[in-house]
T-cell receptor
């Protein structure tokens, strides 16, 4: 069935370093790839997303890259800060264009710790 | 706007008890979703409602029922709780329109079944 694998499960970096989280998806029809940040005791919050017609998207210190051929996508956080510490989830979906219901398949999550 | 709200925030049940988790959104969204989150497994879809009056099963529907009471509210019911249903439950909604894929999540309900 549809599956999204996410690595690493935990990531520890020093403040100011970069962090990279990688995901691989199995459904070749997926065309929408969001990333969510979940802080302790809160619900997931969308931080960035990318569609299959785009290879890269940036928003300040956050960027996402997509390789549709390899079915890989990655989250890059530069100049990390302690407030970036959270659990990050990737997800893949066929999106609403396909007429579906925007079923999101989530990765298992990455716990990022940024140390001052 | 409060966004997506969920009640209760915490709940402890005994095996066999029933309860209903409430979810409401004030963003005029058509689609609403219920997920469960378990350690090391990400979020898994339980049920969804594409629009008022419709509901469909997701990935893990067994042991649950849902009601789309109106456009704002989508409830999740556990008729006979089991320890395997111990989890954190999230409700989400998505605004209408083609290309509007973003789902907005509530703060969650942490459920423990003893």
């Amino acid at each position: 069935g549809e599956n999204v694998e996410q690595h690493p499960s935990t990531l520890s970096v020093q403040e100011g370093d970069s962090a990279v989280i990688k995901c691989t998806y199995s459904d070749s029809a997926s065309n929408y790839f969001p990333w969510y940040k979940q802080e302790l005791g809160k619900g997931p919050q969308l931080i960035i997303d990318i569609r299959s017609n785009v290879g890269e998207k940036k928003d300040q210190r956050i960027a996402v890259t997509l390789n549709k051929t390899a079915k890989h996508f990655s989250l890059h956080i530069t100049e990390t800060q302690p407030e970036d510490s959270a659990v990050y989830f990737c997800a893949a979906s066929r999106g609403v264009f396909s007429g579906g219901y925007n079923k999101l398949i989530f990765g298992a999550g990455t716990r990022l710790a940024v140390h001052p | 706007n409060a966004g997506v709200t969920q009640t209760p925030k915490f709940q402890v049940l005994k095996t066999g008890q029933s309860m209903t988790l409430q979810c409401a959104q004030d963003m005029n969204h058509n689609s609403m979703y219920w997920y469960r989150q378990d350690p090391g497994m990400g979020l898994r879809l339980i049920y969804y409602s594409a629009s008022e009056g419709t509901t469909d099963k997701g990935e893990v529907p067994n042991g649950y029922n849902v009601s789309r009471l109106n456009k704002r509210e989508f409830s999740l019911r556990l008729e006979s709780a089991a320890p395997s249903q111990t989890s954190v439950y999230f409700c989400a909604s998505r605004k209408p329109g083609v290309g509007t894929d973003t789902q907005y999540f509530g703060p969650g309900t942490r459920l423990t079944v003893l």
